[in-house]
């Protein structure tokens, strides 16, 4: 059925409950026309207005960022990072565009060295400078169509006048209580009155509202010029960080070729370096793509343990190689070439386990960010992941601006042997994103992107695999209980640590102890990615699939 947009959040809240916030399964949408999956039912209500209103996947991407800022504020936001994949639909061609968040130019590293991981985590030493806001323009002036200013107005409206918070909501801001409140501002918007709100609550924030009012009467770029920015900067200023104007006025999303590899009869396009999920993800399906799963069922001892061994090959390869590096296409050509995907190959088939390699920076264990999906009327599809790097980011706000700041500098490696992903000024810190779009003869079949951490492109790998390699129906692939070999972050880690989603087969758990280290990890406490999906069909019919494991709720136009 047909979703119709409410238009207050009251309505969009009673949405939610009646279409995902109860289900077990993850909620599916169809439309002959758009489709907007997203990480809350506000978000994806904004999407769908602005596609009504006749915009592109473009505009009504801008208002889907904007107003997860708003409903999701711990994952994503204004004051963090965006990657998206383009799909044109008239050419079939697939750009990728990056705003990761940039190491201030003024950033010591020897002082950021001198601090301890977890200090350098939080507060705002640990805050780069924002890319969103340059991302959504860059793909607005490229795609877009309807005014910025309209596009803006959905979000503004969630600010002003407030949402109900979710259940799944609710255990973030309990979890995360004691590091939000010491600050200031931060305890003031997302904790009133010094308590966690409870379910139903309707959380407000019009400072932020007023920010993006002003956003959408300048533009973008007034985040970064005027009173937006120099409040950003005065605030890292008075808080120990290292903003400075220059680094807002230099600021500028980037573009690249996407990563793309053929894959039995499709053509796979992700996101590039300086991410690394995209790799992690077609490395992932290259090294298994001769392998005849036959009868094999998707969940059965033989894969998962094939699958492990794929990631203990491929994860010393994307630690070492990708980065926000000038040589980056050389490096993403000899990790592709048929030579070393072979070579991969033969080392994943024959279950061999690398030799000890050096973690050069320690991967989050919980990582918050949010993935959507816009497909338009003529067939444009968006495909973004953006975050705030750690849950809450680093949870100060900039007076007045109502913004939360990311802590992506706590993504860099900060010892002292140089590597791709080292700490230096100006420089954009890796992230494990991993936004896919999926073609079969020249046509987008599928897109998919998920939240996580370093368990995004497992995640998503799993899917995918499910889809192709299984033939599984998308709400099967994404229900189904997920794995994921913990990335050893030292020498002495076990490379062979792998966690089970809560609902995992027993018997299979039971299997896979006489050769692993398996832990349990439960299923809705955001630790497993929420994997969304959008599929289209041969008869022009598009299907969206939002993952139950968060808030997301996908609808069609």
Not at 247 to 253: G, R
Not at 364 to 391: M, R, Y
Not at 445 to 452: E, K, M, N, R, Y
Not at 499 to 523: H, I, M, Y
């Amino acid at each position: 059925m047909t979703f119709v947009p409410p238009q207050s959040a009251k309505y969009a809240f009673i949405f939610f409950l009646l279409s995902g916030g109860a289900l077990l399964a993850a909620q599916k949408a169809e439309s002959k026309g758009g489709i907007v999956v997203s990480g809350s039912p506000q978000s994806t209500e904004a999407g769908i207005r602005i596609l009504k209103a006749g915009g592109t996947a473009a505009d009504a991407a801008v208002a889907v960022s904007l107003t997860l800022g708003v409903t999701e504020p711990f994952n994503s936001g204004l004051g963090g990072k965006l990657v998206v994949l383009y799909y044109d639909a008239a050419s079939g061609k697939i750009s990728y565009v990056e705003a990761l968040e940039a190491a201030p130019l003024g950033m010591s590293v020897e002082a950021m060295r001198a601090l301890s991981s977890s200090e350098r985590s939080r507060g705002w030493h640990s805050v780069a400078v924002p890319g969103c806001a340059a991302g959504l323009e860059k793909i607005h002036k490229k795609w877009g169509k309807l005014p910025w200013r309209d596009l803006v107005k959905p979000a503004v409206g969630y600010a002003h006048d407030g949402f109900p918070l979710a259940d799944k909501q609710i255990v973030e801001f309990q979890n995360k209580f004691d590091l939000v409140t010491k600050d200031p501002e931060a305890a003031k918007i997302y904790y009133p009155g010094g308590k966690v709100p409870t379910n139903n609550a309707i959380l407000k924030n019009p400072d932020l509202a007023r920010t993006m009012e002003l956003m959408g009467e300048k533009g973008p770029k007034a985040f970064y010029e005027g009173e937006i920015a120099d409040k950003l900067v005065a605030a890292s200023q008075k808080g120990g960080g290292a903003f400075a104007k220059e680094d807002f006025k230099n600021y500028q999303a980037r573009e690249f070729p996407p990563l793309v590899q053929d894959y039995k009869s499709y053509r796979i396009y992700a996101g590039a370096p300086p991410i690394t999920g995209g790799a992690t993800v077609l490395l992932s399906l290259k090294s298994l793509e001769t392998k005849d799963w036959g009868n094999t069922a998707s969940m059965s001892l033989g894969r998962v343990e094939q699958v492990a061994h794929a990631w203990q090959n491929i994860y010393p390869i994307v630690a070492s190689n990708f980065g926000d590096t000038p040589d980056q296409p050389e490096r993403i050509a000899k990790v592709f070439s048929k030579e070393s995907l072979a070579d991969l190959a033969k080392k994943v088939l024959a279950a061999t386990v690398p030799a000890e390699t050096t973690a050069e920076e320690a991967t989050p264990e919980s990582a918050e960010t949010t993935h959507f999906i816009v497909i338009d009327k003529a067939g444009n599809i968006v495909c973004a992941t953006q975050s705030l790097s750690l849950h809450w980011g680093a949870a100060v706000v900039a007076p007045g601006t109502g913004i939360l700041l990311n802590d992506s500098l706590s993504n860099f490696g900060f010892g002292p042997r140089k590597y791709v992903n080292s700490a230096e000024p100006g420089k954009r810190p890796r992230s494990t994103m991993a936004p896919v779009i999926v073609t079969e003869k020249g046509k987008a079949v599928i897109a998919l992107g998920s939240p996580a951490s370093e368990r995004i492109p497992t995640g998503v790998y799993q899917v995918l695999s499910n889809l192709i390699d299984f033939a599984m129906d998308p709400v099967a692939a994404i229900d189904q209980p997920r794995f994921h070999l913990k990335r050893a972050k030292s020498p002495s880690e076990p490379k062979n640590a792998l966690e089970l989603e809560e609902g995992f087969d027993t018997t299979l758990a039971e299997e896979l102890k006489k050769n692993w280290e398996t832990s349990f990890k439960q299923r809705n406490q955001y630790y497993f990615g929420s994997v969304n999906v959008v599929r289209i069909l041969p008869d022009g019919k598009r299907e969206g699939f939002a993952d139950e494991r968060r808030t997301n709720v996908a609808a069609g136009e």
